[in-house]
């Protein structure tokens, strides 16, 4: 049986496939500048993944964007 994605996972990869997508970056390169996985950039963004917070800093700044950006309207429920 499928589990559910937690709907805050689910928005905090939205988020980052949107800043990635409005600013022409692949997620290969997205990755690659984030010391990360495209795998795991891949996985964050469909919500299969909690990125930690270091992580996810490391996204923020690849994207040249605050964290505070990445979660935006991410809640949990």
Same mark, same amino acid.
């Given at each position: 049986?499928?589990?559910?994605?937690? /709907?805050?996972?689910?928005?905090?990869?939205?988020?980052?496939?949107?800043?990635?997508? !409005?600013?022409?970056?692949?997620?290969? !390169?997205?990755?690659?500048?984030?010391?990360?996985?495209?795998?795991? #950039?891949?996985?964050?963004?469909?919500?299969?993944?909690? /990125?930690? #917070?270091?992580?996810?800093?490391?996204?923020?700044?690849?994207?040249?964007?605050?964290?505070? !950006?990445?979660?935006?309207? #991410?809640?949990?429920?």
């Amino acid at each position: 049986m499928m589990k559910d994605k937690e /709907p805050a996972l689910v928005r905090l990869g939205e988020n980052i496939r949107l800043i990635r997508k !409005e600013k022409g970056i692949s997620q290969e !390169e997205l990755a690659h500048q984030a010391c990360l996985d495209r795998t795991y #950039v891949s996985g964050v963004e469909r919500g299969d993944r909690n /990125p930690t #917070v270091l992580s996810s800093l490391k996204i923020a700044k690849a994207l040249d964007v605050d964290l505070a !950006e990445l979660v935006k309207e #991410v809640t949990s429920a």
